[in-house]
């Protein structure tokens, strides 16, 4: 029972990371149309960015974040302008811009290996929590609870931000029809732009939370969260936040649980079998409506 | 005949093969390098390149080959990717100017290359690490074998700390651990100690914690790590931020500098073989290796540089052995007939059906101050 407890608590912090990647890969998808192949260069970046922050300018874990998460929306946003605006402005479909993520993809993951002397890189000791607290005999790492909590105050923020806001209404609106958008006074320029940098940012919070947890700061972070956010995504369903959060947790934990009672060779091919079976039974995902097509 | 006239017979035949052999001529000889220094084994892929880049540099100062002749580098990346690979080796063989190629890290690459080469050009292999894989007079391999190191030091820990259970990492994507793992269980067997669990990850996995907790969970006395470098980093920083206060065993993976520098404390205590170390090979060609390996990159060598050092000198070895105008097949033939590499830096190096051979084992682990020294129990 204590291993079980306490490889539920490692399912769920891993999960907590894919969930975080998802949220923003999906706030992509379901507002900008785009399947983004460079998405989790994002996540790399941003480690990268809290990895210098905290060893070269010796910033504290909190100012770290803070670089990473920043530098994740910039990146998202500077890719978005250069790379899928032209693409917009000539009314190019989603499997250009998909190509075009995916030259992004390589040339982002070059510069990211540069940045890190091709090396796999790792957040010094002290330069983040490492405490290890107690409850009754259950350890509960610092940065696995951090990873955790983020995830939650992450999906409740950007769920009421999309559903109670202007700026969410603007972004679904912008995500169903941008010229009629447009015609209802909303400037899909700047929606477009929030939406990028708002995906960028939670990437980037993953990339730097899974960069200490994981002891691996490099270009190969990103690409390592791409697909389980992607599944997570699928299985959440698009438009609901909340899908991914806990499509993201659950992944987290099926791999966790099923390499400890099933077999840790076979752990990912168990794993990516479930979440086909229970796409099969619902299609839409968690929270998906019947049909998450874009018009 | 008289004592002068047998002196002078005697000289003359011991002169004769020297006078009618005719050094390598002067200028250029090329070898294909197949680099991975960039993607995910570009941490050893780096130090595999200086190493031979340093000691071409070497060769041609010293004219090793002959008089005014230069080893040159044709340095191609294939970011341990077999595709890529196998496009520069067609390259090389399309240039006529590439005498030998010199390649890989992953063993299964250098299997896909073997067909490529066969019957054309000599390949030097670096760094791969399963047995078996030369192939003469095509295919040789200067990697010190690390399979038979991990045995003796599994064993070696066993004797000395007399553990009841053992609990096993292995990569099981990588045949190469998995018949190391496998190899070394056997032999901590034989010693008494049951295993509790042998637990697999992947070359591409990179979150430890759950593996960490499942071995913390059977509760082992000693836990042996029998992965690629990033994941037997990963699982022994995990082991130790749970609480694991076992004896954890490593293997080669831990020894270069830039493992300390990313994982550091967790590192200290934990043993593994070691074929070269700048902190412990003492020999005068380690000492200058390091001396000039420090001075041209500013940073110490490490096993994997010295492997893709050996690799050119086995080559400028055999080029030097030559006569008259080196080909392809000379060289393949020469190669096939060195039974050591004279400059090494390893205090004795053989080569045995071209497989180069390190004797001796060295058990070493990392300092609290960050250098490497030798192993002893706690």
């Known amino acids: 029972m204590q291993l079980l407890l306490e490889q539920m608590v490692n399912g769920c912090a891993i999960g907590a990371l894919y969930g975080l990647f998802a949220i923003g890969f999906g706030l992509v998808f379901s507002t900008l149309g785009i399947l983004n192949a460079a998405h989790g260069c994002y996540a790399s970046f941003a480690a990268i960015a809290g990895y ?99 995830l939650i105050v992450v999906t409740i923020a950007i769920h009421w931000l999309i559903t109670h806001s202007r700026l969410g209404a603007a972004m679904r609106a912008v995500g169903w029809n941008e010229t009629a958008a447009q015609l209802g006074g909303v400037n899909p320029r700047l929606v477009i732009l929030a939406t990028a940098g708002l995906a960028g940012a939670t990437s980037g919070l993953a990339g730097v939370l899974a960069g200490i947890s994981t002891n691996n700061v490099s270009f190969t972070l990103g690409e390592g969260m791409l697909l389980k956010g992607f599944a997570a995504v699928v299985v959440g369903g698009y438009e609901d936040v909340r899908g991914a959060a806990v499509a993201g947790i659950g992944l987290g934990v099926a791999e966790v649980l099923s390499a400890q009672y099933i077999s840790t060779s076979m752990r990912d091919a168990i794993t990516y079998a479930l979440l086909l079976g229970f796409l099969v039974l619902r299609p839409r995902g968690l929270f998906g409506r019947a049909s998450f097509l874009r018009a | 005949m008289n004592k002068h006239a047998s002196w002078l017979l005697a000289m003359a035949l011991t002169v004769a093969p020297i006078a009618v052999q005719a050094a390598p001529p002067a200028g250029d000889y090329v070898v294909g390098f197949n680099t991975d220094s ?145 190899a070394a269980e056997a032999a901590v067997k034989a010693t ?48 130790r931020a749970r609480g694991f206060k076992g004896v954890i065993v490593g293997n080669d993976a831990l020894a270069p500098a830039a493992m300390w520098a990313k994982i550091g404390a967790p590192l200290v205590g934990v043993p593994f073989p070691l074929s070269f170390s700048p902190d412990v090979n003492q020999s005068p060609e380690a000492r200058a290796f390091v001396a000039a390996y420090k001075a041209k990159y500013n940073t110490p060598p490490d096993l994997y540089s010295a492997q893709g050092y050996e690799a050119m000198w086995l080559i ?40 180069a051979e390190v004797t001796g084992l060295t058990i070493v682990n990392w300092t609290a101050e960050g250098t490497l020294a030798a192993w002893k129990a706690p």
Not at chain 1, 56 to 73: D, I, Q
Not at chain 2, 90 to 112: E, K
Not at chain 2, 119 to 137: N, Q, R, W
Not at chain 2, 328 to 348: D, F, M, S
Request: aromatic share 6%; glycine share 8%.
């Open chain 1, 52 to 150: 210098y922050a905290a060893t070269s300018l010796r910033l504290p874990f909190a100012a770290s974040l803070v670089a990473g998460v920043v530098t994740g929306a910039a990146l998202a946003i500077l890719v978005d302008q250069i790379a899928f605006q032209p693409l917009r402005r000539r009314g190019a479909g989603m499997l250009g811009a998909l190509i075009t993520s995916i030259a992004f993809w390589m040339i982002l993951d070059s510069l990211a290996g540069l940045a890190t002397d091709q090396q796999s890189l790792s957040f010094p000791a002290g330069t983040f929590p490492s405490a290890m607290p107690m409850l009754g005999t259950l350890p509960l790492p610092a940065m696995q609870m951090i990873a955790i909590g983020g």
């Open chain 2, 38 to 182: 960039t993607g995910p084994l570009a941490a050893a892929g780096q130090s595999f390149t200086r190493g031979a880049e340093l000691a071409t540099a070497e060769i041609t100062a010293a004219g090793t080959i002959a008089p005014g002749a230069r080893l040159v580098l044709d340095i191609k990346e294939a970011a341990g990717d077999a595709a890529r690979s196998i496009q520069n080796m067609h390259q090389f063989l399309a240039d006529r100017r590439v005498i030998a190629a010199s390649c890989c890290i992953l063993s299964p690459i250098v299997n896909s290359l073997k067909p490529v080469v066969a019957g054309k050009m000599p390949l030097v292999v670096y760094g791969a690490t399963a047995p078996g894989l030369p192939s003469l007079p095509w295919v040789y391999s200067t990697t010190a074998l690390p399979g038979p190191k991990d045995t003796e030091t599994a064993a070696t820990v066993a004797r000395t700390l007399k553990p009841k259970t053992v609990t096993y990492f292995v990569s099981a994507d990588n045949d190469a651990f998995k018949a190391r793992m496998a």
């Open chain 2, 192 to 239: 008494g100690a049951a295993t509790a669990a042998v637990i697999s990850v992947l070359g591409t996995d990179t979150d430890f914690t759950a593996p960490a907790t499942q071995a913390m969970g059977t509760n082992p006395d000693v836990i042996m790590v029998y992965t690629t470098q990033s994941p037997a980093v990963g699982i022994i920083a995990a082991l």
């Open chain 2, 316 to 355: 400028a070895q055999a080029l030097h052995s030559m006569d008259g105008q080196p080909t392809r097949e000379g060289l393949a033939a020469a190669l096939a007939k060195q039974t050591a590499i004279e400059h090494n830096v390893y205090g004795g190096q053989a080569m045995k059906d071209g497989q």
